[in-house]
């Protein structure tokens, strides 16, 4: 089945809707405008139920099929939010916000299922209940985490959830997809070095903690190369480095790192977090310093389940054709917080092309229009094929 017609039809309406919200980017959970756009837009489309602020600024619309016998709920969702950056794409829709700019396609996402829920609302042709989901936060505030504990599964009847990601490298309209982990859990990671300070002309008398800190920063790197399994896969950075004092002439008493710990497999996750505080701990007593830990859990792992993620496969390859759909794609270290709603409820998460296009949180990087019909598309023909009604009509023309 090809990309529908409809959705080619739609396209400029949904580029348009793209566009304005490129135009007027908004973080973690002030997603204000944003999510008061999607919620006029569904109760236009003529959604059965449209409620604002579930997880905070989150709205969930409701739409049912010509039937409902099959009893079957099935969740769709999109993410909103943008990211703390200056755009510099010089596009004329770009960001008008200063320090603010869509850049891994969140304003891509939502348009595409704000395009999804115009043509299920039209046409109804499935037996069953589609929830479309729209997600603030998804840009480290846990905003799925927020919808989940806000009974968003059950107040619905979700019984499967879905969502999708576009995927600059990959051509337009190709899609990859993977069961079990797709991407990883991301942990946060901060350390403080306590030494001693004193004059850069007298290291004697005192304990450096520029050197302790950097040494630890190295030794942090054994758990990979020296402590993970090199057939599993982990990732330690540290991406701040920060002391007491600014000055050419002091050696400070204290030093701050903060980094990130990535996992595809608990037990790597596990052994990471135990050894690490050891290992920090010994390293500052080895120079005469002392180092505090503290290790948080953000995202976890997101896991497709197996019969879910083989059934989105399948869809896709009936929009694109099964050559081009990897049903093995690779797993990623970047994190997701729809891995907070697939621990709720099966489902699975899939890429979708971005074609050739700057990679996401990039200040050049800018989603592509091009995949907006098969990325509408999937999701209307996931769930028509997921809850078949049981006298189909054919597409509007």
Avoid at 128 to 146: D, H, K, L, N, S
Avoid at 382 to 391: D, F, G, R, V
Wanted: charged fraction near 20%; include cysteine.
């Amino acid at each position: 089945m090809p990309v529908l017609n409809r959705f080619a039809d739609l396209a400029a309406d949904i580029t348009v809707w793209r566009r304005d919200i490129h135009e007027n980017p908004e973080l973690l959970f002030d997603t204000h405008r944003t999510s008061a756009l999607v919620a006029s837009k569904l109760r236009e489309f003529g959604c059965d139920e449209v409620v604002e602020g579930i997880g905070r600024t989150g709205v969930v619309g409701v739409i049912r099929g010509r039937d409902t016998g099959s009893g079957r709920v099935i969740g769709l969702r999109a993410d909103m939010d943008a990211l703390p950056m200056t755009e510099i794409t010089g596009l004329s829709y770009a960001s008008k916000t200063p320090g603010a700019m869509h850049a891994c396609g969140h304003d891509g996402h939502t348009a595409m299922l704000l395009g999804a829920a115009r043509y299920l609302t039209e046409t109804r042709n499935f037996d069953g209940t589609a929830v479309v989901i729209f997600q603030p936060a998804e840009e480290g505030g846990g905003g799925g985490r927020e919808m989940v504990n806000d009974g968003m599964m059950e107040r619905f009847g979700i019984q499967e959830v879905y969502g999708m990601h576009n995927y600059p490298g990959l051509a337009v309209g190709d899609f990859s997809i993977r069961p079990g982990p797709m991407m990883a859990a991301a942990d946060h990671l901060t350390i403080r070095v306590t030494g001693k300070g004193a004059h850069a002309a007298q290291p004697h008398n005192g304990v450096d903690t520029v050197v302790v800190a950097s040494q630890i920063v190295l030794a942090l790197q054994t758990l990979v190369s020296r402590a993970t399994d090199p057939l599993k896969s982990a990732v330690v950075s540290i991406t701040s480095f920060q002391t007491d004092s600014q000055a050419f002439n002091v050696i400070p008493g204290q030093v701050e790192l903060r980094g990130t710990v990535r996992t595809l497999d608990t037990e790597v996750q596990d052994m990471i977090e135990a050894r690490l505080k050891t290992l920090v701990e010994g390293v500052a007593a080895a120079h005469g310093a002392s180092a505090e830990v503290d290790y948080l859990r953000n995202y976890p792992v997101t896991r497709n389940t197996e019969a879910e993620t083989a059934f989105a496969a399948r869809v896709a390859a009936e929009i694109v054709g099964p050559g081009r759909v990897d049903p093995e794609g690779e797993p990623m270290m970047g994190a997701e917080d729809f891995s907070f709603m697939l621990n709720a409820r099966p489902g699975a998460f899939i890429f979708v092309g971005n074609g050739d296009t700057a990679k996401v949180h990039h200040p050049a990087y800018d989603f592509n229009d091009e995949l907006i019909p098969y990325g509408c598309s999937y999701w209307a023909k996931l769930i028509e094929t997921a809850m078949p009604a049981s006298t189909p009509v054919s597409e509007p023309a």
